[in-house]
Structure formats: C-alpha cells, structure tokens
C-alpha cells in the first residue's frame, strides 16, 4: 500500500484490466475506492458491446470514481485503432474528502494498471464528452 494515502489495490482491478487490455473482454472498467478496507476494487465492468454511453451513465453524479475506457476509432488513414484512457472522474459535487482520497491516491493506482495510454481528469460530464475522448486519442 501507498505511504501517502494508505491505499490497496484489489488484485481483481489488475485482473480485469488484462483482461481489458489484450483480450478486450471489456469495453470499460470502473474502479471504486472502498473506504472501510482502504483498497480499490472494481465497482463494474462494461461488456464490449457496451459503448459510451453506457460508460458515462454508469459513473454516479455525485462521487469521484477511476474508470478505464477501450475506445476503438479509425484514423484519417482509415486505420482502426483504439486506445485505453484512464478516467479521473471527479465530479465538483463531490464531497472534499472523498476528491481528496481519489486524487491522492491516482498515480499510486494508475501505476498498477500498465498500458493506459491517454489519461483524463473529469469534474464534469462535459470535460469527458466523446468528442473531447476523439480529439485526445490521435
């Protein structure tokens, strides 16, 4: 655990975002910080069908989640591609406390989960819209 924020992370986040990243059994992940255990563990998985949509729906309004999203797209070239952003969801209504633990405790777990390749730090719906996750994943 991390000296700063005291913060374990659940093996099941690790397994699953494998899972995500080379068998793409997920289309996205969303990890939340159980306070009375101190550790991260997985609150819901999204199945590749799943789009973006139901990612952002599934992220509550009002407290601080991390999630990982698999976005496919296809370039100007017309390459299909994807790349797997990292979330910071951080809604203003959050209460302090909980912004604080998440935020103190993000690198620590990003750190775990190797192969994001975009990171997005979100306090509300607009800073995560699909066209800002297009415009960040080229």
């Known amino acids: 655990a991390n000296a700063a924020s005291g913060?374990?992370?659940?093996?099941?986040c690790k397994l699953r975002f494998l899972e995500l990243k080379a068998k793409r059994t997920y289309r996205f992940i969303i990890f939340k910080i159980e306070d009375k255990q101190k550790q991260v563990v997985v609150e819901k998985v999204?199945?590749?069908?799943?789009?973006?949509?139901?990612?952002t729906?599934?992220?509550p309004a009002n407290e601080c989640r991390y999630a990982v999203y698999d976005f496919d797209f296809v370039t100007a070239e017309n390459c299909q591609k994807s790349r797997i952003f990292f979330i910071a969801w951080s809604p203003d209504t959050s209460r302090i406390r909980n912004?604080?633990?998440y935020a103190s405790s993000?690198?620590?777990?990003?750190r775990e989960l190797?192969?994001?390749?975009?990171?997005?730090?979100?306090?509300?719906?607009t800073e995560m819209?699909?066209?800002?996750?297009k415009s960040r994943a080229n």
């Open 7 to 12: 913060m374990a992370v659940h093996d099941e």
């Open 46 to 55: 999204g199945d590749p069908a799943q789009g973006y949509e139901d990612f």
């Open 57 to 59: 729906a599934s992220l």
């Open 99 to 101: 912004k604080m633990i």
């Open 106 to 110: 993000k690198d620590r777990f990003k």
């Open 114 to 125: 190797d192969g994001i390749q975009v990171e997005l730090q979100a306090t509300d719906p």
């Open 129 to 133: 819209d699909l066209d800002v996750i």
